[in-house]
């Protein structure tokens, strides 16, 4: 380091050699410049103000940069293809060829899967359903409601709906309240939410106590009950499910199983409106 510090010359001795011409540089200074003599400045004659270094070519030869032209990407590597089955022969399952178990095992351990079910012992209530009709219901005490309907014009007319309160089946026709005679009301409003008048919940405000809750089959089609509606059966103090009639009914049969037809109740549309 010692050596090349007085070799190099001073700042402004290489301001001067970039500056000055070649002809006028100093022959001590030309000759501590040494290799520095290749860094003098070159004007082109196409533009003067342009101006270029060229560098010895022991610098140039001193530096090791890597010429080495790069690597070309490697192609991907094709995967061998796996065979799927198509969507259509996995949505139809083939029956199976048989359905013989084998004799039967003489196990002592076998789970009794009948014993499992806490309800199994526990006897249904008169008021379930057992049969869901587009006119009308059959109940499990072997009651019919409704059955006189018509299908007329592309809907159904007539039949009757079920209200199950306290144990006790009601027949019930909500689109008959406040029509004139041979007309039935419209039960979907414009906004297609299931509204009624307050007239079709009467019974539930006669009975005490009152059931907590109040599961609500609405058809073919489950749809959202209007604000008035719901306003109205909760200010009685009970709480609303809705889902269409053949859901409601498999969902009243349960809960009145295991609740009680005192604490459930029940009004269920037709599955033809």
């Known amino acids: 380091m010692s050596r090349l510090r007085k070799i190099s010359p001073s700042i402004p001795e290489i301001a001067n050699a970039i500056i000055a011409p070649r002809s006028s540089i100093p022959s001590s200074t030309s000759t501590r410049l040494g290799s520095f003599q290749s ?31 790069p690597s070309k990407p490697s192609p991907p590597i094709k995967s061998a293809s796996v065979r799927t089955s198509s969507p259509s022969s996995r949505s139809h399952s ?7 178990r ?27 359903i057992d049969a869901c009709l587009s006119d009308g219901f059959h109940l499990n005490s072997g009651v019919k409601v409704g059955g ?11 039949g009757a709906g079920v209200l199950l309160v ?57 749809r959202p009950i209007s604000p008035k509606t719901r306003a109205y059966i909760n200010g009685l103090g009970i709480q ?25 109740a029940g009004a269920l549309m037709p599955i033809g409106r």
Request: hydrophobic content about 30%; some cysteine; aromatic content about 8%.
């Open 166 to 222: 306290g144990g006790e089946a009601f027949g019930w026709k909500p689109w008959v309240g406040g029509a004139k005679e041979g007309e039935e009301l419209e039960l979907v409003n414009k906004k297609g939410q299931f509204e009624c008048g307050d007239e079709a919940w009467g019974i539930l405000g006669c009975v005490w106590p009152r059931p907590d809750l109040l599961i609500l089959g609405l058809g073919k089609d489950m």
């Open 102 to 128: 084998g004799p039967p095992s003489s196990e002592t351990t076998q789970t009794d899967f009948s014993v499992l079910d806490v309800l199994g012992n526990t006897p249904m209530p008169s008021t379930s």
């Open 94 to 100: 083939h029956p199976p060829a048989t359905h013989d």
């Open 39 to 69: 860094l003098t400045p070159r004007v082109t004659h196409s533009n003067p103000f342009k101006v270029s270094y060229h560098a010895p070519y022991s610098i140039c030869q001193s530096r090791h940069y890597s010429q080495s032209a």
């Open 240 to 264: 609303i499910e809705i889902a269409d009639t053949r859901n409601a009914a498999a969902q009243f049969n349960l809960l009145a199983t295991e609740r009680g037809v005192g604490s459930v």
């Open 148 to 158: 006189d309907g018509v299908f007329k014009g592309g809907k159904w007319r007539g």
